[in-house]
């Protein structure tokens, strides 16, 4: 969902990403930013075919939704 702020323009909630890590603690990329989680889950699976090496996360916020080195749901 979008909303104006107070000088008209529109502001995206963007509560999903995925992300792209060297390993556990370091952040490679952002690859995706999504409001919606079904669309962010779908970016998610998307990006764990392209990057089969590399550890992708969905997150939401600070929290972690999936990630492509646990067992598959």
């Known amino acids: 969902m979008s909303s104006p702020d107070k000088h ?3 502001i ?3 509560r999903f990403s995925v992300e792209l890590c060297r ?3 370091n952040l490679e990329e952002v ?3 999504m409001s919606d989680l ?3 889950r779908a970016s998610y699976d998307l990006a764990v ?3 089969p090496l590399k ?3 969905l997150c939401q916020g600070g929290r972690i939704l999936r990630r492509s ?3 598959k749901e």
């Open 69 to 71: 080195d646990w067992p």
């Open 38 to 40: 079904t669309m962010a």
């Open 55 to 57: 550890l992708v996360m």
């Open 31 to 33: 690859v995706a930013r």
């Open 12 to 14: 995206e909630n963007l």
């Open 49 to 51: 075919v392209q990057w």
């Open 8 to 10: 008209g323009n529109w």
């Open 23 to 25: 390993n556990e603690t």
